[in-house]
């Protein structure tokens, strides 16, 4: 999956289209991203022993291939890929921006 935890993200398709938000969490085998403040879903809890019943609101996940990470250096929402890199004589991978070429990763 292309989308890490911190990278800012648009939504681009469902209910939620045109909001953006950081990723909080990411499920790499289900293919699913938790953002920001999107996707805001209500939990009942029933009442139990010396407490009271109550709502909590949590940001639900959804599909990962509904949003597109937000380039930090172009500011435009981007496609991602990745290049092949050496640093102290190891290959790495680094995530890069279609449109303006620059790394993705902090480091």
């Given amino acids: ?5 911190d990278d800012k993200v648009l939504v681009i398709a469902g209910k ?3 909001k953006s938000g950081k990723v909080m969490r990411a499920y790499e085998k289900k293919n699913q991203v938790v953002v920001e403040k999107v996707n805001i ?3 009942h809890i029933k009442k139990s022993q010396g407490q009271p019943g109550q709502r909590i609101q ?6 990962a291939s509904n949003v597109m990470v937000v380039c930090p250096h ?7 890929s990745r290049i092949m890199i050496e640093t102290d004589g190891r290959k ?5 921006c279609k449109k303006c070429n620059q790394a993705l990763d902090n480091a």
């Fill in 1 to 5: 999956m292309k989308i890490h935890i």
């Fill in 74 to 80: 172009c500011s435009k929402p981007t496609r991602v």
């Fill in 41 to 43: 879903r209500t939990k």
């Fill in 16 to 18: 939620y289209r045109g």
């Fill in 92 to 96: 790495r991978r680094q995530r890069v």
């Fill in 58 to 63: 949590f940001e639900a996940p959804f599909n």
